[in-house]
């Protein structure tokens, strides 16, 4: 796995591993939107498809990056070149991690009612306003993560020394 720890491909100082993961989870949006999208067409399966399919890859990606950290010295090790303070730092990871967390409770959830729902052939159906609203909120957190996950990045490895 030497090769999480190479030089990235965004042109900073972060390593792949960490290029790679801020990519994913930046590009998380636009992939949740086309899935909605792919519902609102009535594309139900590839819908369901789509949503499982990036819950996955995300899981996978923050289970990589957070190896990657570990190993890579912590969070101590990555933000000591950053120029922008150092509790300015935490507090913005920190709301990160705090949206980053709510969000995944919030899709687990999501995924897990709907995919009850839809096996007892309720969706679409009786329980589509409560999903249509569960996953509004799902998709903004996924936004907000991606937003916040964003700035982490900008404050570690490019306002840096």
Not at 125 to 139: I, S
């Amino acid at each position: 796995m030497h090769y999480m720890f190479e030089a990235g491909f965004l042109g900073t100082r972060a390593p792949f591993f960490m290029d790679a993961a801020t990519v994913t989870v930046a590009s998380l949006p636009l992939l949740v939107y086309l899935a909605i999208l792919a519902a609102r067409r009535g594309y139900y399966g590839l819908h369901r498809a789509v949503q499982w399919g990036i819950f996955v890859l995300t899981i996978l990606v923050v289970a990589w990056f957070e190896y990657g950290v570990r190993v890579g010295g912590g969070f101590s090790a990555f933000s000591a070149r950053s120029t922008v303070n150092v509790w300015v730092q935490r507090g913005i990871l920190g709301g990160h991690v705090l949206i980053a967390l709510v969000t995944l409770c919030l899709w687990i959830g999501t995924l897990v009612r709907a995919e009850r729902n839809y096996r007892q052939g309720n969706l679409p159906g009786g329980y589509t306003l409560r999903h249509v609203r569960r996953g509004l909120a799902t998709a903004v957190g996924i936004f907000l993560t991606a937003l916040s996950g964003v700035w982490v990045y900008l404050i570690l490895f490019v306002f840096g020394r």
